[in-house]
């Protein structure tokens, strides 16, 4: 069975930065796409990031093109997320979730989603 376990959320101020973490545990995760999506109060769960099960590829939302960076290490089973030049409208709790397809991964259409990790920017 999978798990996720994501971590390295916290407070900073506007402009500062944050890495984030996610450890998937219950089998093997070379094969399959990583990604991150996060859900801000009152509002729906929506895409972020991805990287393909090599981490040659990768996709982002428009939001945070340029200043988030997704990557992985496949020997532990971990998806990461730099999150540089942090915005208020980051505010969110972030997850991840993983996929053998990276388009169906984008979709992030998943009954189980981890405990996420809380990222709130002060203005």
């Known amino acids: 069975q999978v798990q996720l376990v994501e971590s390295g959320g916290g407070l900073v101020q506007t402009g500062g930065s944050l890495r984030l973490s996610c450890a998937a545990s219950?089998?093997?995760?070379?094969?399959?796409?990583m990604g991150w999506f996060r859900q801000a109060p009152g509002k729906e769960r929506e895409f972020v990031a991805a990287i393909s099960s090599s981490g040659g590829s990768t996709w982002y939302a428009d939001f945070v093109k340029g200043r988030f960076t997704i990557s992985r290490d496949n020997a532990k089973n971990t998806v990461y997320l730099q999150m540089n030049n942090l915005k208020p409208e980051d505010t969110a709790v972030y997850y991840c979730n993983v996929d053998r397809s990276s388009l169906r991964l984008r979709f992030g259409k998943y009954d189980y989603w981890g405990q996420g990790t809380q990222v709130t920017v002060s203005s």
């Open positions: 219950g089998r093997t995760f070379s094969s399959y796409a």
